[in-house]
């Protein structure tokens, strides 16, 4: 009989322990790698600082070559443990956690690369799960939503307002020119996009009176290219239906998450949640 889709013989407490943060050990386990992973991290900018990696480089990356030695012990085991491994490597989590150990290892035939494992920062996002604020994942994936839904709209207003910019631009420039700062047409569109949306560096200002009044034009117009956007993707926010609570249980037979508050049974599997 085939075994995929099931927890392994003898991995269920391992697979509870990991994955399960509702369980007690589970939801221990899940704060100590949240504190070992913040210190990880830690790490990685003192190791920046030059001071510190003068005085203490060889302490420093051994306990970076430790910390990795035992993520990677706990990237295996989850991949042991879990009843569908593929399913935990492509998912987010999956990618991250690898993502959070490769740094190091490449660092040894790239010098440079240990940068990267800033990377780790990401792994902080369990702390959702584990002080149960699963509904918070589920905003985020209503907001990606309603911005790929916003997506046409959006493009059609940024090749608005690149045309505006060109425009403006081409303009200041006709009207300055070079001994005011407008030396050419690419330096006079990076005026106008600094000055529509609201950046205003101050580096490139026009002098004379006609620039100063489409330059005023020009400002007024970029509290519309703050508006514009936001709107169209609010619109889309409250066009998004609303989800009903979830939990955190994972199921034991095939690795799925986030169930419906209460749920006794897998919507993926049908297989029974434990309480």
């Not at 990685?44 to 970076?64: N, Q």
Request: hydrophobic content about 45%.
């Amino acid at each position: 009989m085939s075994t995929e889709g099931k927890t392994r013989p003898g991995s269920r407490v391992l697979y509870e322990t990991i994955f399960e943060h509702e369980t007690r050990p589970g939801f221990v386990f899940d704060v100590l790698l949240l504190f070992v992973i913040v210190a990880s991290i830690a790490l990685v900018m003192v190791e920046s600082v030059p001071r510190f990696a003068d005085s203490h480089g060889s302490l420093l990356r051994s306990l970076e070559w430790g910390l990795t030695i035992a993520f990677t012990a706990e990237y295996l085991t989850r991949l042991y443990c879990h009843p569908r491994p593929w399913v935990y490597a492509r998912s987010f989590f999956g990618v991250v956690d690898l993502l959070a150990i490769l740094p190091t290892y490449v660092a040894a035939f790239v010098p440079g690369t240990q940068a990267l494992l800033v990377v780790r920062t990401l792994r902080l996002l369990r702390i959702f799960r584990v002080l149960k604020l699963a509904q918070f994942v589920d905003q985020a994936d209503d907001l990606r939503s309603a911005l790929r839904a916003s997506l046409p709209k959006i493009t059609v207003f940024v090749i608005a307002v690149l045309s505006m910019t060109t425009i403006s631009g081409s303009l200041l420039y006709l009207i300055e020119g070079p001994e005011h700062g407008f030396s050419n047409i690419p330096e006079s569109v990076y005026w106008a996009i600094v000055t529509l949306t609201t950046v205003g560096y101050g580096d490139i200002s026009p002098a004379t009176p006609l620039g100063k009044f489409f330059a005023s034009i020009i400002m007024v117009l970029g509290y519309g290219v703050i508006a514009v956007p936001t709107g169209i993707v609010s619109a889309e926010i409250a066009r998004t239906p609303r989800r009903g609570a979830v939990g955190g249980q994972a199921c034991t037979e095939c690795g799925s998450e986030n169930h419906s508050l209460g749920a006794r049974f897998c919507g993926e599997c049908g297989a029974g949640l434990e309480d």
